[in-house]
C-alpha cells in the first residue's frame, strides 16, 4: 500500500510564499502522475496543478498560472509545490495525490493515492 505524505502549508499574508511537500511512501512506486487538489468551504474539490511524472509536463489552473509552481524529484518520490503571491482566495486545504495508471493529471478520478490535506491560510 503506498501513502502520500504532504508537509507545508499555514498560515501566511496576502502576497507572501508557502511551499507544500508530497512523497509517496513508497519509493519503488511508478508514478504516473502527481497533483495538488484544494477545497475550500462550501466549494467542491478542484484542481490546482500537476505533473506527468515521467515526462515532466506539467499543467496549472488559471487562478495559479504564474504565482504556482509544481516541481519534482525524482528520486525521493516526491514533489514541490511552490505557492507565490498567495491571495486569499487561496485560502483552502490542499491536497496532494498520486496516480500509478494513466489518466488526466486535471480529474481527480485519476488518482488512487491521496494524502490527509494540508491548511492552507491567506489574510488579507
Known amino acids: 500500500q503506498v501513502q502520500v505524505v504532504e508537509s507545508g502549508g499555514g498560515l501566511v499574508q496576502a502576497g507572501g510564499s508557502l511551499r507544500l511537500s508530497c512523497a509517496a511512501s513508497?519509493?519503488?512506486?511508478?508514478?504516473?502522475?502527481m497533483a495538488w487538489f484544494r477545497q475550500a468551504p462550501g466549494k467542491e474539490r478542484e484542481f490546482v496543478a500537476g505533473?506527468?511524472?515521467?515526462?515532466?509536463?506539467?499543467n496549472y489552473a488559471d487562478s495559479v498560472k504564474g504565482r504556482f509552481t509544481v516541481s519534482q524529484d525524482n528520486a525521493k518520490s516526491a514533489g514541490i509545490l511552490q505557492m507565490n503571491n498567495l491571495k486569499p482566495e487561496d485560502t483552502a486545504v490542499y491536497y496532494c495525490a498520486a496516480a500509478a495508471t494513466s489518466g488526466s493529471v486535471r480529474e481527480p478520478s485519476t488518482y488512487a493515492y491521496w494524502g490527509q490535506g494540508t491548511q492552507v491560510t491567506v489574510s488579507s
Open positions: 513508497r519509493r519503488s512506486f511508478d508514478i504516473y502522475a
Open positions: 505533473v506527468y511524472w515521467k515526462i515532466g509536463v506539467r
